[in-house]
């Protein structure tokens, strides 16, 4: 069975932020919530690397352990979904998560926060596919359409890959081929310690 | 001595108390008797596959591949 992967080639990434506007549009995400960011490493220097961060749909989610109202579940195509209608905002799964995936949204003054919001994968959510109420409070589920996430389906430099993580895997496999050697493909340092022209 | 009756009485009683108490404690945290934290299950048509190799989805991968640069 697919299992549904994010996979962010940096060799490709140039930090245009087209995912991130991408993913607010089309889920109407609120003011102040970022399902989705690019992370830029050694900013103007040599060497530079940017990198799309999103909720990347753990096996093992952190989230879904730390959660005390255990609002999570994994769909059969390994996509970390959870309940806003459990969600009681606590903060855990912020704190729990690797990525910084989970945001809330401000409800209101000294810092009180609504239900914790993060990248469905373009998946929705527990409503019934493709409705008001499942739009409403997680946007659309292209993945129900037959689509993949508009993150990856925007990316102008094909730098984002989303689908099979099989399917994927083998995508980037061909492309760090195909740079072969000196291309600054990840790993290429650690495994062989020598200087990596880029 | 008829005091020294009554607080003794009064002891026990407590006593018995905390101690019945105490055993009531321990029974709700001990982890023998805990339930199993269940994770959220919206139910199996929530959960279902819904990934499918549309021509969408295969027009995604074929152009993220390399193989179109070589037609």
């Not at chain 1, 087209?18 to 399902?35: F, S």
């Not at chain 1, 990198?51 to 390994?78: E, L, R």
């Not at chain 1, 003054?109 to 959510?125: I, L, V």
Request: charge should be positive; glycine fraction near 10%; aromatic fraction near 10%.
């Amino acid at each position: 069975m697919a299992r549904m992967k994010f996979l962010c080639d940096a060799d490709r990434c140039i930090e245009c932020n087209a995912c991130v506007t991408a993913c607010k549009n089309e889920h109407e995400v609120p003011w102040g919530i970022n399902r989705r960011r690019v992370v830029t490493l050694n900013d103007g220097k040599p060497g530079e690397r940017s990198i799309s961060m999103a909720c990347m749909h753990c096996t093992d989610a952190p989230c879904a352990a730390v959660c005390p109202v255990n609002c999570f579940y994994t769909t059969a195509d390994a996509v970390v979904l959870h309940s806003k209608d459990l969600c009681i905002g606590c903060g855990y799964c912020f704190y729990a998560c690797p990525f910084g995936a989970p945001q809330y949204p401000r409800v209101g003054n000294f810092g009180s926060r609504g239900k914790m919001d993060k990248c469905t994968y373009c998946a929705g959510g527990p409503e019934a596919d493709l409705g008001t109420a499942e739009y409403e409070k997680y946007g659309s589920n292209r993945l129900a359409e037959g689509k993949l996430p508009l993150c990856a389906e925007m990316c102008s430099t094909k730098a984002l890959l989303a689908g099979d993580g099989e399917i994927i895997a083998q995508i980037y496999k061909e492309r760090v081929v195909r740079r072969g050697y000196g291309s600054g493909a990840w790993g290429w340092k650690t495994a062989y310690r020598e200087t990596v022209a880029i | 001595m008829e005091q020294d009756k009554k607080g003794v009485d009064r002891r026990k009683f407590f006593g018995a108390l905390g101690g019945a108490s105490g055993v009531a404690v321990a029974a709700a945290v001990s982890p023998l008797t805990a339930t199993v934290a269940q994770a959220y299950d919206p139910g199996s048509a929530e959960t279902k596959t819904r990934y499918r190799e549309s021509e969408h989805v295969k027009a995604f991968y074929r152009t993220n591949g390399y193989e179109t640069l070589k037609k």
